[in-house]
């Protein structure tokens, strides 16, 4: 079982570009999220899924978007990238109430 | 918040020592969890405690749960070089949504040297 998967690993933007990353999982699990890593301050929750076809806010939803339409893929988008998303981002898959099992990371730059 | 706050930021001994890390949040919780990270790597999680557990033990790892204080204690016994890294405490509250999601503190980060 490949576990968490992210794709890209690294991606360099320029301010206004799109993009999109996609998160996929092998452990058929319900609950996916979406996190961003900024120095200093641990992980925030960006959007969740708890099923496939729902999505929902985390804590810093402001400026990205997600889909869920397959059980084991977990988009996140930028449709308009700005200098302060410039983070690692990660993504995250459960059962209900148990650990999360986390990919190994995107890391973005916005110029 | 219910963010999880650690306790040290930064934290260096020698190899074989034990290291002792703290966390403290602010509201109620359902569980706990200790997570770490490999610098640039992601997280790999250790160790889950549910809110009426009070203490549970993993290999060299032992966590510590107070509810009634919000706080909980990570310590790795016996340290090796191979512990070097980040460790995040992460609180986990239901929603009636079925969401089950974590907040997670800014790490200690640990160096253990050989």
């Known amino acids: 079982n490949a576990g968490v998967t992210q794709t890209p690993k690294f991606r360099v933007l320029k301010t206004g570009q799109s993009m999109t990353l996609l998160c996929a999982q092998d452990?058929?699990?319900?609950?996916m999220y979406w996190y961003r890593q900024d120095p200093g301050m641990g992980l925030r929750l960006i959007h969740y899924?708890?099923?496939?076809?729902?999505?929902a806010k985390g804590e810093v939803p402001d400026g990205y978007n997600v889909s869920r339409l397959k059980k084991q893929n977990f988009l996140l988008g930028l449709e308009s990238a700005a200098p302060s998303q410039t983070s690692v981002y990660f993504c995250?898959?459960?059962?209900?109430?148990?650990?999360?099992?986390f990919g190994p990371g995107t890391r973005l730059t916005v110029l | 918040s219910q963010q999880g706050e650690e306790d040290p930021q930064a934290l260096s001994i020698q190899e074989g020592e034990n290291a002792t890390m703290n966390c403290s949040y602010k509201?109620?919780?359902?569980?706990l969890q200790w997570y770490r990270q490999n610098s640039g790597r992601g997280l790999v999680h250790l160790i889950l405690?549910?809110?009426?557990?009070r203490e549970k033990h993993s290999g060299r790892l032992r966590v510590t749960l107070d509810t009634s204080k919000k706080s909980s204690s990570l310590l790795i016994t016996a340290s090796r070089a191979a512990d070097t890294a980040s460790y995040f405490c992460?609180?986990?509250?239901?929603?009636?949504?079925?969401?089950?999601?974590?907040?997670f503190g800014t790490g200690t980060r640990l160096t253990v040297i050989p």
């Open positions: 995250a898959s459960s059962t209900w109430g148990n650990e999360q099992f």
């Open positions: 452990m058929n699990h319900e609950y």
């Open positions: 899924s708890v099923g496939e076809g729902t999505t």
């Open positions: 509201t109620s919780i359902n569980n």
């Open positions: 405690i549910r809110s009426n557990e």
């Open positions: 992460a609180t986990a509250r239901y929603y009636q949504t079925g969401a089950n999601n974590l907040f």
